[in-house]
């Protein structure tokens, strides 16, 4: 008994002399791998070569410092609320006396982890944060044979101080203003 209308009997259909010889389907396998080898591959020679990437590009985060090189993250903890992957870890601690050319806030992370084994990379951190302070960048995550050392700690994430080690997020920044 049917069980819908869109059954079908499948039936085996005898091979003809030519198809038994397996030679056409051969030839004709050959001509389209002869074909490729002279169109432009697909693929690039990762990691000597990278491809460009959309300007909004979703990738490892940085956690940004202002103008005077202070860490612009006061650890309110918005980014760990709004990640659907609970990726993000934080321990928030008082600026002391002192402290004001560290922490741009009265309270700072003192740390601070992205679990980059479960973060899916959506962004919403960077939409949550009321402080300018995280940012997706276009640097792409390390790979790796074990799953040790994907947990970025600050030291990962806090861009630097000299102005060489400052990672640019204008385009990103572009993405809100027309948003
Ligand atoms: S990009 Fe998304 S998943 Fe990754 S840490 Fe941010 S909010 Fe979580
Ligand atoms: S990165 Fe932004 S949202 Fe996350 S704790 Fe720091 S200031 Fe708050």
């Avoid at 609970?86 to 992370?109: D, N, P, Q, S, V």
């Avoid at 982890?113 to 940012?135: H, Q, S, T, V």
């Avoid at 074990?146 to 997020?169: Q, W």
Wanted: glycine share 6%; hydrophobic share 35%; with cysteine.
């Amino acid at each position: 008994m049917q069980l819908t209308n869109r059954s079908k009997v499948v039936v085996k259909k005898e091979m003809s002399w030519a198809e038994k010889l397996y030679l056409p389907a051969i030839f004709g396998g050959m001509a389209i791998t002869f074909k490729h080898m002279f169109k432009k591959p697909a693929t690039v020679k990762y990691p000597e070569e990278t491809r460009e990437v959309s300007q909004v590009y979703r990738g490892v985060h940085v956690l940004k410092r202002d103008e005077q090189g202070r860490e612009n993250c006061t650890a309110c903890g918005l980014c760990a609320v709004s990640c659907p992957a609970e990726a993000i870890t934080m321990e928030a601690a008082e600026r002391k006396k002192g402290e004001e050319h560290l922490y741009r806030e009265e309270k700072y992370a003192a740390k601070y982890e992205i679990n980059m084994l479960r973060c899916i990379f959506c962004g919403l951190c960077e939409e949550a944060c009321p402080k300018d302070a995280i940012y997706l960048t276009d640097r792409i995550i390390d790979s790796k044979y074990t799953r040790s050392g994907f947990i970025y700690g600050k030291d990962k994430l806090v861009e630097g101080v000299a102005p060489e080690e400052r990672v640019d997020i204008s385009k990103r920044k572009k993405k809100y203003e027309f948003s």
